[in-house]
Antibody
Framework: QLQLQESGPGLVKPSETLSLTCTVS??????????WGWIRQSPGKGLEWIGN???????FNNPSLKSRVTISVDTSKNQFSLNLTSVTAADTAVYYC??????????????WGQGTLVTVSS | EIVLTQSPGTLSSSPGERATLSCRAN???????LAWYQQKPGQAPRLLIY???SRATGIPDRFSGSGSGTDFTLTISRLEPEDFAVYHC?????????FGQGTKLEIK
């Protein structure tokens, strides 16, 4: 059974870089059918898609976050990572990683990691 | 981007009742590319429905999805105690992929 687990600091200072890693177990991140994504949920708000990566390193991101997002993959470790630069309090959220079932007729997220709360504060 | 609006914000119902949740888009969602998720407190969202009406693996048949274009519905035919949670819709027809703000289904 595929499982995903986020890891990283729970507290980041304003203007610094938020860095998280998602470790995939029970399956290979190199599977040709899937992308791997990051989604966040701010306190009391809805879910926001951040971006995706494929096993060859190809990415596409939500334009709302402009150029602050970098997503990378390490297939040897079965991991992918998120870097979000120049964070502010507005970036405080629970960050989830998920497998993105993406194809001509597909685009849902399943399964999800348990999520990790990142607070931006000095 | 496609904005999804879910209604009601909170729905109060009792076990055994039927629940109907709405997800409305500000523009047409391509080819019924809409999913529904269930989220319980402290847990990650769980996929319920994809393609507007197809149940994900292991999802009970009391959950059903319908709709097309700009109007979609999630129906829970007979509420069980474990169904009280927050429900999110997501469109994947157009990037950026977007979610609704969620409907909280609470016990009356």
């Amino acid at each position: 059974q595929l499982q995903l687990q986020e890891s990283g600091p729970g507290l980041v200072k304003p203007s610094e870089t938020l860095s998280l890693t998602c470790t995939v177990s029970g399956g290979s991140i190199s599977s040709s059918r899937y992308y791997w994504g990051w989604i966040r949920q701010s306190p009391g708000k809805g879910l926001e898609w951040i971006g995706n990566i494929y096993n060859n390193g190809g990415t596409f991101n939500n334009p709302s976050l402009k150029s602050r997002v970098t997503i990378s993959v390490d297939t040897s470790k079965n991991q992918f990572s998120l870097n979000l630069t120049s964070v502010t309090a507005a970036d405080t959220a629970v960050y989830y990683c998920a497998r993105h079932v993406l194809g001509p007729t597909e685009g849902w997220f399943d399964p999800w990691g348990q999520g990790t709360l990142v607070t931006v504060s000095s | 981007e496609i904005v999804l609006t879910q209604s009601p914000g909170t729905l109060s119902s009792s076990p055994g009742e039927r629940a109907t949740l709405s997800c409305r888009a500000n523009q047409s969602v391509s080819s019924k590319y809409l999913a529904w998720y269930q989220q319980k407190p402290g847990q990650a969202p769980r996929l319920l429905i994809y393609g507007a009406s197809s149940r994900a693996t292991g999802i009970p048949d009391r959950f059903s999805g319908s709709g097309s274009g700009t109007d979609f519905t999630l129906t829970i035919s007979r509420l069980e105690p474990e169904d009280f949670a927050v429900y999110h819709c997501q469109q994947y027809g157009t990037s950026p992929y977007t979610f609704g703000q969620g409907t909280k289904l609470e016990i009356k």
